[in-house]
Structures are given as C-alpha cells and as structure tokens.
C-alpha cells in the first residue's frame, strides 16, 4: 500500500510539474480543476489531459468532454467492428491474405516461420534457421522483414540485409553493423518458440521524400477510416516518423507525430506523443522541416486506407499503417482497435468517431442562406 501511494504521488508530482512549465497555458488551478472534473465526468485521467493538450488556452469544455474513457472507446468499437471479426485483421496472416485478394497493395509476402510447424509441405512455411536459410536462398529479396503474426506497436519487429556470398547466405540486422549466419541471427534476434510464429515479408524500400524524416525507420500515415451508409470516409490522420537508429515509428521507441491536413496533406508540427508533449517544427535528428511540409501522394494514400477498410467483412473502422514506397501508397497494416491516443494526437473528440452531431435544422438554413453559424461549441 506504501508503495501504491508513493507512486501515485510520484505520478501527480510529474503531472503538477508539466501544468507549471508551460508557457501560454491555463493556469495550474484552472488545469487541476479540469483535469478532476475530466476524471469524473468522462474517465480520462491527468496523463490524457496532458497528453491531448486541453491545457492549452484555446480548448474548451464542450470540445474536452467529447473524449470517452478507454472502456467506452472498447465498447463503441465492438459495436461498429464486431469482436468475432477482429482476428481477420489482428492476424497478419489473414489480413495480407485478404488485401492481396483484392489487388490492395502490401509488402510482398515471402513466407512464415514457426517451429511447432515441423513438416508443413509448404515451401514458404518453414520451421527452423536451415529451412529460412533454403528459403531465402530461394528467393529474391535483398532485405527481409520479421513480424510477429499478431504482434502491435512495432513489438518484435526485425529486419535484416540478405547477404549473399560463395560461403553460404548470411543476415546483416538493419539496427547493427555485424552480419551472423541465419542460425545465429534466429537464436539472438527473433526469440522463436512455439506460438509465437514470425510472418516474412520483402523489407519495403520508402518513397525517398518519406524516409528523408528518418531514414532508419519507415515512416507512416496513420489514418482512422470508418464506413458510414456505405462509404469510407477518413476521420483524421497523423504522420509518425521514427528517431535515430530505431527500426520502428512507435511511439514506445522514441517516435514522433505530427497532423495531418486531409484536404492538403500539409503536417502541423510534431509532438512527441506523450503527456510532456514536447514539440518539433523539424526533425530533432535529421533536420527535416516538419511544420507546413506537404506529405507527397497524401490524397493517394487516404483512398488507398478507405479502400481497405471496405475490404474486411463486417469491419467498419479501421486505424491504418500506410507507407509510401517509390511506386506509391501500400498498406503496412490495419487496426480493428487502434489506439485510442491517435485521437488525442490530433485533438480529434474520440465520441464524434461513432456519434455523428447533427446540425441543428435553424443552423443548416442559416448555412445555406450564407450566413455564419456558430461555432458547435457556442449553441
């Protein structure tokens, strides 16, 4: 129990620390008493306080109070995405299966790797280092992907240069400079055991504009899709970029997101994700203008993740990975229960994803005489 109270404390001294340091924002009072009344009313706690910048002077109460708790976000999601579906796109053996049966572009499939195969019979299924070793003998890729098969946030994710030389094919990890042989870079960098299978894929090469952010990492659109009367539309979207030498964009290794304007593609800048909300107009590694910079084929991108969304039975919202390669957009993959923090990233009201405001009948004339309405938050 003195434990759980010194950490609480700790947690509120961190907290009480951001709502001090900030320039241009509430004052501390105003900040501890929204963030109570956010607690109580809505479930959301401090952190996400922080985290979605409502200490900022310009969010009001009606815009905070339409961000729902986790627990009401998990239940708006399994009414809109039915639980017994979910698997179709948190297997990413099903879920490449089903894109690449409908012409929606992935990274090329190269084969699955589990050891509680044994003897599969088929040849992309393998289940030791000598039978990934004869695979990727066999096929063409020059990098190579290792992915948990329901793996999230980028966990357990590897990739690796394809040596080949006279003395046997050997892997260089993207995230080191020493190649090994096949055997040794599955004992030291996959963890394979039984049910915790590993999908292959061909390591996609980005779009040069997209990796120029962070050239170590693909970076990614982050689009929330949902299907509304039969047709797709995109919600919001955010652009995440990884940091120095780090695989992945995640946030939980250091990654950065920056919103997106879905009319133009043009970024906002940066923040780091977290309750800190540390901002950047340019890359803190390379460099690279954020703030304002137009992302190229954003608009192709946007069609491509409401295409997807339209592609799974019975899903109708969808959070998506999309990378730019060279030849355009391709789907990294879908979320049937993204993060809930996606919304807070871009300050988009987590209730307005699965209940539509209407606009008030003495509104829409207004609007349609040309005249100014009031602001939602004002009526």
């Given at each position: 129990?003195?434990?759980?109270?010194?950490?609480?404390?700790?947690?509120?001294?961190?907290?009480?620390?951001?709502?001090?340091?900030?320039?241009?924002?509430?004052?501390?009072?105003?900040?501890?008493?929204?963030?109570?009344?956010?607690?109580?009313?809505?479930?959301?706690?401090?952190?996400?306080?922080?985290?979605?910048?409502?200490?900022?002077?310009?969010?009001?109460?009606?815009?905070?109070?339409?961000?729902?708790?986790?627990?009401?976000?998990?239940?708006?999601?399994?009414?809109?995405?039915?639980?017994?579906?979910?698997?179709?796109?948190?297997?990413?053996?099903?879920?490449?299966?089903?894109?690449?049966?409908?012409?929606?572009?992935?990274?090329?499939?190269?084969?699955?790797?589990?050891?509680?195969?044994?003897?599969?019979?088929?040849?992309?299924?393998?289940?030791?280092?000598?039978?990934?070793?004869?695979?990727?003998?066999?096929?063409?890729?020059?990098?190579?992907?290792?992915?948990?098969?329901?793996?999230?946030?980028?966990?357990?994710?590897?990739?690796?240069?394809?040596?080949?030389?006279?003395?046997?094919?050997?892997?260089?990890?993207?995230?080191?400079?020493?190649?090994?042989?096949?055997?040794?870079?599955?004992?030291?960098?996959?963890?394979?055991?039984?049910?915790?299978?590993?999908?292959?894929?061909?390591?996609?090469?980005?779009?040069?504009?997209?990796?120029?952010?962070?050239?170590?990492?693909?970076?990614?659109?982050?689009?929330?899709?949902?299907?509304?009367?039969?047709?797709?539309?995109?919600?919001?979207?955010?652009?995440?970029?990884?940091?120095?030498?780090?695989?992945?964009?995640?946030?939980?290794?250091?990654?950065?997101?920056?919103?997106?304007?879905?009319?133009?593609?043009?970024?906002?800048?940066?923040?780091?994700?977290?309750?800190?909300?540390?901002?950047?107009?340019?890359?803190?590694?390379?460099?690279?203008?954020?703030?304002?910079?137009?992302?190229?084929?954003?608009?192709?991108?946007?069609?491509?993740?409401?295409?997807?969304?339209?592609?799974?039975?019975?899903?109708?919202?969808?959070?998506?990975?999309?990378?730019?390669?060279p030849g355009g957009p391709v789907v990294i993959e879908t979320n049937v229960v993204p993060a809930r923090e996606g919304a807070a990233f871009v300050g988009y009201?987590?209730?307005?994803?699965?209940?539509?405001?209407?606009?008030?009948?003495?509104?829409?004339?207004?609007?349609?005489?040309?005249?100014?309405?009031?602001?939602?938050?004002?009526?």
């Amino acid at each position: 129990m003195a434990d759980l109270a010194m950490v609480t404390l700790k947690a509120l001294a961190r907290v009480h620390a951001l709502a001090r340091g900030r320039r241009e924002s509430k004052s501390v009072l105003r900040q501890w008493a929204e963030m109570i009344a956010l607690l109580v009313v809505t479930g959301n706690g401090p952190n996400y306080y922080q985290l979605a910048g409502f200490w900022k002077r310009t969010y009001r109460w009606s815009e905070m109070s339409r961000h729902i708790s986790a627990r009401a976000f998990t239940a708006h999601v399994n009414r809109v995405n039915p639980p017994e579906y979910h698997k179709l796109g948190q297997s990413k053996i099903a879920e490449k299966a089903i894109l690449t049966l409908l012409g929606i572009p992935t990274p090329r499939f190269i084969g699955v790797l589990d050891v509680s195969l044994e003897r599969s019979g088929t040849p992309c299924a393998v289940a030791s280092a000598q039978d990934l070793d004869e695979l990727l003998s066999r096929d063409p890729a020059e990098r190579v992907a290792f992915k948990l098969i329901e793996g999230h946030s980028g966990l357990g994710f590897m990739a690796a240069q394809v040596i080949r030389a006279p003395s046997g094919l050997r892997l260089r990890p993207l995230d080191s400079d020493g190649d090994m042989s096949v055997a040794q870079f599955v004992d030291e960098k996959l963890d394979l055991r039984p049910g915790n299978p590993r999908l292959i894929e061909e390591y996609l090469v980005q779009d040069p504009d997209y990796g120029a952010f962070n050239p170590s990492s693909v970076n990614t659109i982050r689009p929330w899709t949902i299907i509304r009367e039969g047709r797709a539309r995109t919600l919001f979207a955010y652009f995440r970029m990884g940091r120095r030498s780090s695989l992945v964009d995640n946030i939980w290794a250091g990654g950065i997101v920056a919103p997106v304007d879905l009319e133009t593609g043009r970024m906002a800048a940066a923040h780091d994700g977290e309750p800190t909300r540390r901002t950047f107009t340019v890359h803190p590694d390379t460099g690279v203008r954020i703030e304002g910079a137009v992302l190229p084929h954003f608009r192709e991108a946007i069609a491509l993740a409401e295409s997807s969304v339209l592609a799974f039975p019975h899903i109708t919202f969808s959070g998506l990975d999309i990378a730019m390669s060279p030849g355009g957009p391709v789907v990294i993959e879908t979320n049937v229960v993204p993060a809930r923090e996606g919304a807070a990233f871009v300050g988009y009201p987590t209730r307005d994803a699965f209940i539509e405001r209407r606009t008030p009948a003495r509104t829409r004339s207004r609007v349609r005489e040309g005249r100014p309405s009031p602001e939602p938050d004002e009526r």
